[in-house]
């Protein structure tokens, strides 16, 4: 890589990298100007970045908050999975993470986020959802257990297939079939081998009864055939899905019944999952649960901000007292880092807490010892009566097994750290890696960059 | 300068420190947070003057026993056994209850600003895995130092280059606990989970600035004439070595001290943990690591 040799290319590219962190970092900034020379109507920063149709989007207008510094609940859940076999646990786990994140949306809260952790003594369910305080509400919402009903058509009521969308919308035309779904033992997605040439190679949705609700459901599709059966989940107002018993049950059940439709492997897919949780109901129990004020968070958000911007400006002086003009030079490259760094956060995005932003003003101080080391060493030669070039050579080829060793070192506590950690010891975890790697950048590769520049 | 020369004196300033917060560990113990024993901690915001045994009585009143209960920066923090959403729920609603006329005329509210439970099993589990990411975090540099300083000249043995890092390590870990278990019996802070990661950080650190040194040492055996004596050659290398680990140390210590004088309350206790392990961690990596590697390698030239 020759042209990393050349001096201007390499000065190119840390402006455009500092460029480049600098408008992802920015919040927008509103720019108007109107007099009578010149009239800017324009606002810069807070981008948000979406290219290839949606496949790629960045939303670069905030820094993701953690619920420390927002506000807000925090629930983990036990999902108590031991009366499901194998591979059935996760798909429980899944569906009943989906349930629990529709039913959140019920309340209408923003950005709620769901995630599942499979620890070795139990499968868990985490919920955070920022923005609310009554965690008692959450708490009743989330514990329901889903409940898959069956419904059939009221007796009275004529079938034509015109009259579906009225059916569908109004939830008075079911009645209870006494189907539920903890007479179903499985429901999966398979693709359709055996139907008319239209139907094959699409997937349906193949219902496992149990053999009580085998029983159950043959009296149903015999009553009922060619007319709609209606799948509703917990007490919502429209039915999942409405398939239209066909001819062949009414002659009993020989295999176990399959909804067709025009589904893509997609919608199948999600359909099963929500028919699973009320098959399938997984039980949850809270194991630990947290309410945090926004207040307490803002608070300390601000006075740790103004921290680190002091302890920042302390580094900067204590480098230029001891290291004069080549302090300088690294004092820049530390502002440098920083704005990197929370270039970075916003891009992944890493979602910020306290301990967060505590590794990352540790991060600060441990930047600059790869400088306090590559800028003794350069000393020590002088000393030894090598020429200021030569020297400055040395200092960064011979400082580097000892800045390669530390780094590594701090490295395998961060992997440590995030695999055994959890919550709020991760987002630490993973602050101080970043910070390094970026600081490993900008102490050795902007730092020789601006002092190759300025020897010129 | 020798700086070796008074190195059994080192080793007994360490064990000045070390000893008291070793007894203390062994007596008191550690004053855990719910984090690590499971339970409820409630948070109220009291109006000033506001006497805090009348919040304390909804709990007696409830038959819900309180193990702790204290004033934090005119926070009463409540600590119970585990409670469950609707218990909180119960207490919330008496809130009101517990304020006079006069009170309630002009506006006084109590306000719950946090509640937070663990369970018991979440307890243990995040027990174990501080003990379980300590112990991998010193395997793994254990082994990382041994084979990064394998190449050192004979007789010398990389494995001791890691092995007195490593107890140079436990050291600034031990010093950590040692003085939060004496400042947790006395001042009743408690150690959380973030106090782990303030514990991983120091062991980190004290690596960091142990293999800094033994990074020159292995340089100067290959370097300096063969006749030198170790203890020569080290105290050579902690010398060359001295001025970037004060000020390397001085870099992180000023950052934490901002964060410590001037950065949230909530996070004031794990900066403390870390300023001392800092500290700690750069003694320990001059007059703990090195002396220990001189002794333990001039220890077996004598066998021979």
């Known amino acids: ?456 | 300068m020798n700086l070796l020369k008074h190195k059994i004196w080192y080793l007994i300033i360490s064990g000045l420190i070390l000893v008291p917060g070793i007894i203390a560990l062994i007596i008191f113990g550690l004053n855990l947070s719910i984090d690590f024993v499971g339970g409820s901690v409630v948070k109220y915001q009291l109006p000033t003057g506001f006497e805090s045994n009348r919040v304390l009585d909804i709990y007696k009143n409830n038959n819900i026993a309180i193990e702790s209960s204290s004033i934090d920066n005119g926070f009463l923090v409540v600590r119970t056994k585990p409670l469950d959403v609707q218990t909180n729920k119960t207490v919330l609603d008496s809130l009101p209850s517990i304020l006079n006329v006069d009170e309630f005329t002009n506006g006084v509210s109590i306000n719950q600003v946090s509640f937070e439970t663990v369970g018991p099993v979440v307890g243990k589990e995040t027990t174990k895995n501080a003990f379980v990411s300590l112990g991998w975090a010193s395997l793994a540099i254990l082994l990382y130092i041994s084979y990064a300083f394998r190449n050192i000249p004979s007789p010398y043995s990389s494995f001791k280059f890691g092995a007195s890092a490593i107890i140079a390590m436990l050291h600034d870990a031990v010093v950590v606990l040692g003085i939060f278990s004496i400042v947790g019996h006395y001042k009743n802070v408690e150690i959380d989970a973030m106090f782990i990661t303030a514990i991983l950080t120091v062991i980190g650190f004290s690596v960091h600035d142990t293999i800094v040194v033994f990074d020159r040492i292995r340089e100067n055996l290959s370097k300096l004439p063969k006749t030198w004596q170790f203890e020569t050659i080290a105290n050579y290398s902690l010398v060359e070595t001295l001025n970037r680990s004060l000020a390397t140390s001085f870099t992180v210590i000023f950052t934490l001290l901002a964060l410590f004088i001037l950065g949230g309350d909530s996070i004031k206790n794990f900066v403390l943990a870390l300023l001392i392990g800092i500290v700690s961690g750069t003694y320990s990596s001059i007059f703990t690591a090195t002396p220990i590697l001189v002794i333990w390698e001039s220890y077996k030239k004598r066998d021979k």
Not at chain 1, 230 to 240: E, Q, Y
């Open chain 1, 1 to 456: 890589m020759s042209f990393l040799k050349t001096l201007n290319f390499r000065l190119g590219l840390v402006s455009a990298i500092f460029t480049l962190a600098v408008l992802v970092v920015m919040p927008k900034i509103d720019i108007s100007l109107d007099n009578s020379f010149i009239k800017i109507d324009s606002s810069i920063g807070g981008y948000s970045v979406n290219l290839f149709n949606n496949k790629f989007v960045l939303d670069l207008t905030k820094f993701k908050e953690g619920l420390d510094l927002k506000g807000g609940i925090r629930i983990v859940l036990k999902a108590d999975v031991s009366g499901i076999e194998g591979v059935e646990k996760d798909n429980a786990l899944e569906s009943a993470k989906e349930i629990i994140s529709n039913r959140i949306n019920f309340l209408g809260v923003t950005e709620p986020n769901i995630s599942t952790l499979k620890t070795a003594e139990d499968y868990r369910i985490i919920v955070e959802i920022p923005g609310i305080s009554d965690v008692s509400e959450a708490v009743n919402l989330i514990g329901k257990t889903a409940q898959l009903k069956f419904k059939s058509l009221k007796k009275d009521l004529p079938w034509k297939e015109e009259l579906f969308f009225d059916y569908f919308q109004n939830p008075d035309a079911w009645e209870d079939t006494g189907i539920i779904g903890s007479d179903l033992k499985g429901v999966d997605v398979v693709i359709d081998s055996s139907g008319s040439l239209q139907s094959q190679g699409k997937p349906q949705i193949r219902l496992k009864f149990t053999s009580d609700g085998r029983t159950k459901f043959s009296e149903l599709a015999k009553d009922n055939v060619n007319r709609p059966i209606a799948l509703f989940l917990d007490d919502s107002d429209f039915p999942l899905s409405t398939p239209v018993i066909s001819e062949d049950l009414s002659k009993g059940l020989v295999d176990d019944p399959v909804i067709s439709g025009n589904f893509d492997l997609e919608t199948a897919k999600n359909l099963s999952i929500q028919l699973r949780a009320g098959a399938l109901p997984v039980p949850v129990t809270v194991l630990e649960q947290e309410t945090l004020s926004a207040t307490l968070g803002a608070d300390s958000v601000k006075k740790s901000f103004f921290a680190g911007i002091v302890g920042l400006l302390v580094v900067f002086l204590f480098l230029v007292y001891k290291y004069r003009g080549l302090g300088l030079l690294a004092g820049v490259s530390l502002v440098f880092y920083t704005i990197m760094v929370l270039a970075i956060f916003k891009i992944i995005p890493v979602v910020l807490t306290l301990p967060g932003i505590a590794g990352f003003i540790l991060s600060i101080g441990m930047a600059t010892d790869a400088n306090i080391l590559i800028f003794e060493r350069y000393k020590e030669e002088l000393f030894w009566g090598k020429d200021k070039n030569t020297a400055l050579e040395l200092g960064f080829e011979r400082a580097w097994n000892s800045i390669k060793d530390s780094n590594i070192s701090s490295l395998i506590t961060c992997f440590i750290l995030f695999e055994l950690g959890s919550g709020s010891i991760r987002g630490f975890a993973v602050t101080l890696a970043i910070g390094i790697f970026v600081s490993l950048f900008s102490s050795i590769f902007v730092v020789r960059t601006f002092i190759e520049a300025f020897r010129k």
